[in-house]
């Protein structure tokens, strides 16, 4: 199996919701940061390819047929190159409304994590956002300029922005396929992202 779809969008643009359109879309499993919660083979692997370990993208990919979220989202560079014929979607919504999601989310949940082994210390914390999740203007930068590199990089026709209420119609578009007759999802508010981790502790991205 070979990943047919690349999100490159940060955490809290969507990518649940999306994660869920691809797998009704008939490209699931899509792979997201639930999969490293839920399986502790995911974990250690992508515990160990943070920390540099040679592990393959096959490996890593094993049983998946697209991918969106962190961590595969910080690698879409090499993912891009990895899969050629793979269609690349951008999740999007603007830095400010990103920002007030993930301060109440993500980064809510990171700033209880003692692990710095952890994925979302050792990869979101670290390496995404160079130590300075916290600062607002820094993190809104980071997403910004991660916006700016994918539009620079990806050619067009293999790239969809996929705005917050974008809906299916570009969605199918891009990838070729009928609209579903179901609503688009609407998956992992901050309410529920909240609501799960208080009744999980390792529901975060602590993982």
Request: charge should be neutral; aromatic fraction near 10%; charged fraction near 20%.
């Amino acid at each position: 199996m070979t990943l047919k779809v690349i999100g490159t969008g940060f955490g809290r643009t969507g990518t649940d919701s999306m994660r869920e359109a691809l797998d009704i879309l008939g490209f699931g499993p899509c792979h997201h940061m639930h999969e490293v919660i839920a399986h502790e083979q995911q974990k250690q692997m992508w515990r160990a390819k943070v920390q540099g370990a040679p592990l393959s993208w096959e490996e890593l990919f094993a049983g998946y047929q697209s991918c969106v979220d962190w961590p595969s989202a910080y690698y879409w560079r090499e993912l891009i190159t990895a899969y050629p014929q793979a269609k690349v979607i951008l999740t999007h919504r603007s830095a400010e409304s990103w920002w007030a999601s993930f301060e109440k989310t993500i980064l809510a949940g990171l700033s209880k994590s003692t692990d710095p082994q952890s994925v979302g210390l050792a990869l979101i914390r670290d390496k995404v956002f160079g130590g300075k999740m916290n600062d607002k203007a820094h993190a809104m930068a980071c997403y910004e300029a991660n916006i700016k590199a994918i539009r620079e990089t990806v050619p067009a026709a293999r790239l969809l922005v996929h705005e917050l209420g974008d809906g299916w119609v570009p969605l199918c578009a891009h990838l070729g396929v009928p609209v579903p007759a179901v609503d688009y999802p609407s998956a992992n508010s901050a309410e529920a992202f909240n609501t799960r981790h208080l009744q999980n502790p390792n529901a975060g991205h602590h993982t």
